[in-house]
C-alpha cells in the first residue's frame, strides 16, 4: 500500500495497534508518544498535573524538561520555579536542561530528536523536530502529562498536504521565506486540521536547520505538525551531532497520494517579511523598503542556529549598525552560543555593536527588550501579534536572519540582495557536543521536590451541571490569540503557577474589565471569532478562564490546541452552525443550555437559547464521545481519576 510519511509514523504509534486503512480525516486516533518535552513557563502546571496522576515515574522513552522561556529571574519566582522543575525532574526520571543550555526546540533537534519517533511537547513550536523526520506536536500541559503517565495522546486525524519544493533557493533567499511564502498564500489558519509533508528534488539541498525553520512555523498556519523525510541530510545532521546510530531513512512511498498538494519554487523566492500584526501579513521585503526600524532582534526557536548566527556575523563583520538601532542575539542553544565563541562569530557580532543575551526564548515571549512607544522592531522570530513584544504600539516585524542582519546597518528594512554577495555559511561537519548542562534522571524515589511560595494549589472544575447558563462576558474578532486571552511577557510569566495571581490579566490586550466583571457574574460565556485561541499551547488560556468561571466558548472556528485545552479543563467548545448568529448576540445577552449531556450525547445540534433575546440558535460539539465524558466529568483530571 502507498503512504505518506505521516500516515506510517502515525500508523507505528496507533494504540489500537495496526489498521487496514487509517481512519479518514476528522475522525480521533489514540497515539502513543515516545518522547515529551516542557519548558519552564508550560512546565509548571504540566509537572503538578502529572503529580496528581500519582505515578512514581515518567512512563516515556524520554522526558526533557528545560528551562528557557522565564529566566530574567526579577525576584525569587523564576528561581523558585526553576528548583520546582528541577526537584520534579530528579524525582519522576525526566532529563533536566538548565538555564542557559538553550531553546527547547533548538536543543531537543540538537541533542534528542529521533526520526520516526512521536514528540508531544507543551509548547506549540514542539513540531520544529519535524525538521528530522520525527511526528512532532504541541499540546497543553495536561495533555503532556497524561502522555508522560504512559496514557494515548488523541487528535483528530488530519489531512496530508505535500508541499512540494523544487527548485533552490537563489542567494539571499532562506528556509525562512519558504515557510513565509506559505504564510502568504494560506494564512494563518491554512494548516488547521493538517500535517504539512515536505517533498519533491528541492528538499535535497535543505540542511536540517533550515528545515526546522520551515517546520517551526507551521505553528503559525495552524497546523498539527509538519515534516520533512528522514535522508542524508538527516544523516548528515546526526552525525555532526555524534549521534548517527539515531538515523534511520525515512521516506513517503513514491506514489503515495495526497489529501492536497502545494507546490513551491525556490528559485523564484525573494526576501520575505510579515508585516504587523499577523505572521501571514507577507510581502516581498523590497515592497516595504525603506521603513524605519528601530529595533532588531535575531534568535528565537525559529532562527538561532549556529549556521543563522555566522550568517549574521558574517554579513556585519567589520561594520556598526546603524545609531538609531538596538541590535540583540539571542542564541538558540548553548552549542551554538560555544561555537560562536569559538569560531571568533561572537567577537564580530559584539564589535558590530550587537548585544548578547542568554540562550533562550528572551524577547520572543516579550521577557525584556521591550521596544520603545510606537517603535517598529525586525525580529528573526515566529510571532508578532500586537502587544506581544511588551509594547502595545510597536510594529513587529518578521523575516530573515539576513534580512535582520542588513537592516541593522541601514535603520531601514532593507533587501539584503542591496548588499552584494550573499556569505556561503555551510553547516558544521561538527557540532560542539557537550551535554553537561543537561542532567540525566537518576533514581528519584528519595528525591524532595521543592516548591516556593509562588506555586499555588491547582484549580478544579466540579462534574458540569446538567443545565449551562450564563451571560456572555466578552464577544471577541477573528484570530484571537493566547497571546490575548492569557498575556505572557515579563510582568505576567513569573505567575505561571499561580492561577489567581494569573487571572487577573485575562483578556488584557482586549478588555482590562474582564476579570473583575467575571467574578462579579461567578462566570459565564465567550464568544469568538474564527480561529480562536490560535498561536501557543499554553493551557493557562483555558485554565485561567475556567477558574473565573467561564463556562463555554462559542466561536466560527477554533485552533486545535486551544479547542483540546478547553475541553481539558471543563470548558464547553461550541462552534456556530451559522457564523452570522455571532452578530446577534450582545455582551451581556444569557445564554442556556438546558440538557448539556443530553445535548452532548446526541447527533443533532446543540440548541442554545438567547434567553434574554427570546431566540435559539443551533451550535456544534465538534467532540468525540472520550472528550464528551471529559467534559462532563469537568476536565481531564477529574475523568482519570473516575477512569483510574
Ligand atoms: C509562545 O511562543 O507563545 C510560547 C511562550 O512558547 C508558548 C508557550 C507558553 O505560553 O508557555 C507556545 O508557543 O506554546
Ligand atoms: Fe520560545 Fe519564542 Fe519559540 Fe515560544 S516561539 S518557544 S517563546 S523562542
Not at 456572555?472 to 497571546?483: A, E, H, P, Q, S
Not at 472556528?557 to 446577534?584: E, K, M
Not at 434574554?612 to 481531564?636: H, I, K, N, Q, Y
Request: proline share 6%; hydrophobic share 45%; net charge negative.
Amino acid at each position: 500500500m502507498s503512504e505518506t510519511l505521516a500516515a506510517k509514523i502515525i500508523r507505528e504509534h496507533l494504540v489500537e495497534g495496526e489498521m487496514a486503512a487509517l481512519p479518514a480525516p476528522g475522525q480521533e486516533i489514540g497515539l502513543r508518544i515516545d518522547q515529551t518535552l516542557t519548558q519552564d513557563a508550560t512546565g509548571t502546571m504540566t509537572y503538578l498535573q502529572f503529580e496528581a496522576m500519582d505515578l512514581p515515574r515518567v512512563r516515556t522513552e524520554l522526558s526533557v524538561s528545560y528551562i528557557d522561556h522565564n529566566m530574567l529571574q526579577a525576584d525569587f519566582r523564576n528561581a523558585d520555579d526553576h528548583r520546582y522543575l528541577q526537584t520534579v525532574a530528579a524525582r519522576y526520571g525526566i532529563h533536566f536542561s538548565r538555564p542557559g543550555n538553550g531553546i527547547c526546540h533548538q536543543v531537543h533537534l540538537e541533542r534528542f530528536g529521533v526520526p520516526g519517533k512521536t514528540l508531544l511537547g507543551a509548547d506549540s513550536h514542539t513540531p520544529t523536530s519535524g525538521g528530522l523526520g520525527m511526528l512532532a506536536m504541541g499540546a497543553g500541559g495536561l495533555d503532556v502529562a497524561v502522555a508522560m503517565a504512559g496514557h494515548p495522546f488523541y487528535i483528530t486525524m488530519p489531512k496530508v498536504v505535500q508541499v512540494r519544493l523544487v527548485g533552490e533557493l537563489a542567494p539571499w533567499a532562506s528556509a525562512k521565506d519558504v515557510i513565509l511564502e506559505l504564510l502568504r498564500r494560506l494564512s494563518v489558519k491554512g494548516g488547521v486540521g493538517r500535517i504539512f509533508e515536505y517533498g519533491g528534488p528541492g528538499i535535497a539541498g535543505l540542511t536540517v536547520p533550515q528545515r526546522a525553520t520551515i517546520t517551526n512555523m507551521g505553528a503559525e498556519l495552524g497546523a498539527t505538525a509538519s515534516l520533512f523525510p528522514s535522508d542524508e541530510q538527516t544523516r548528515r545532521f546526526l552525525s555532526a551531532q555524534q549521534r548517527e546510530s539515531d538515523w534511520q531513512p525515512l521516506a513517503a512511498d513514491l506514489d503515495a497520494v495526497y489529501d492536497e498538494v502545494v507546490e513551491i519554487d525556490l528559485a523564484q523566492l525573494e526576501p520575505l517579511v510579515a508585516l504587523p500584526h499577523m505572521p501571514d501579513r507577507v510581502v516581498p521585503v523590497h515592497e516595504a523598503a525603506g521603513t524605519l526600524v528601530d529595533q532588531v532582534c535575531i534568535g528565537s526557536c525559529t532562527n538561532s542556529s549556529v549556521v543563522d548566527l555566522e550568517t549574521v556575523a558574517a554579513i556585519l563583520k567589520g561594520k556598526v549598525i546603524a545609531p538609531s538601532v538596538s541590535l540583540v542575539v539571542s542564541p538558540g542553544s548553548r552549542q551554538a552560543l560555544e561555537m560562536i565563541a569559538e569560531s571568533g562569530a561572537l567577537a564580530d557580532l559584539v564589535a558590530a555593536g550587537a548585544r548578547i543575551l542568554d540562550a533562550g526564548c528572551g524577547p520572543c515571549i516579550g521577557m525584556g527588550q521591550a521596544p520603545a512607544s510606537g517603535a517598529a522592531s525586525l525580529r528573526s522570530f515566529n510571532r508578532n501579534f500586537q502587544g506581544r513584544s511588551g509594547t502595545a504600539d510597536a510594529g513587529i516585524y518578521l523575516a530573515s536572519a539576513e534580512v535582520c542582519a542588513a537592516s541593522a546597518l541601514t535603520g531601514r528594512l532593507t533587501d539584503p540582495r542591496e548588499l552584494g554577495d550573499e556569505p556561503t555559511i555551510q553547516m558544521p561537519e561538527r557540532f560542539a557536543v557537550d551535554d553537561r548542562m543537561i542532567i540525566p534522571p537518576v533514581n528519584g524515589e528519595d528525591v524532595e521536590i521543592v516548591r516556593g511560595p509562588n506555586i499555588a494549589p491547582l484549580p478544579t472544575r466540579d462534574v458540569l451541571a446538567s443545565t449551562l447558563e450564563g451571560a456572555v462576558l466578552l464577544r471577541t474578532g477573528d484570530n484571537i490569540t493566547t497571546d490575548d486571552i492569557m498575556p505572557a511577557g515579563a510582568a505576567i510569566l513569573p505567575l505561571r503557577s499561580n492561577v489567581p495571581a494569573l487571572s487577573r490579566f485575562v483578556f488584557g490586550t482586549i478588555d482590562t474589565t474582564f476579570p473583575e466583571r467575571a467574578l462579579a457574574a461567578g462566570g459565564g460565556w465567550v464568544i469568538g471569532g474564527e480561529n480562536y485561541g490560535q498561536g501557543s499551547s499554553r493551557e493557562h488560556a483555558a485554565l485561567v478562564p475556567m477558574y473565573l468561571g467561564v463556562k463555554a466558548v462559542i466561536a466560527k472556528s477554533f485552533a486545535r490546541i486551544h479547542h483540546a485545552n478547553l475541553a481539558n479543563v471543563g470548558i464547553v467548545p461550541l462552534t456556530f452552525r451559522d457564523p452570522a448568529d455571532w452578530d446577534r448576540i450582545q455582551q451581556g445577552d444569557v445564554l442556556r443550555i438546558a440538557d448539556l449531556p443530553g445535548a452532548l450525547h446526541s447527533d443533532d445540534d446543540v440548541m442554545v437559547e438567547n434567553v434574554t433575546g427570546g431566540w435559539s440558535f443551533p451550535a456544534v460539539a465538534s467532540l468525540s464521545p472520550r472528550e464528551v465524558e471529559v467534559l462532563l466529568a469537568g476536565g481531564m483530571l477529574n475523568y482519570i481519576k473516575i477512569n483510574a
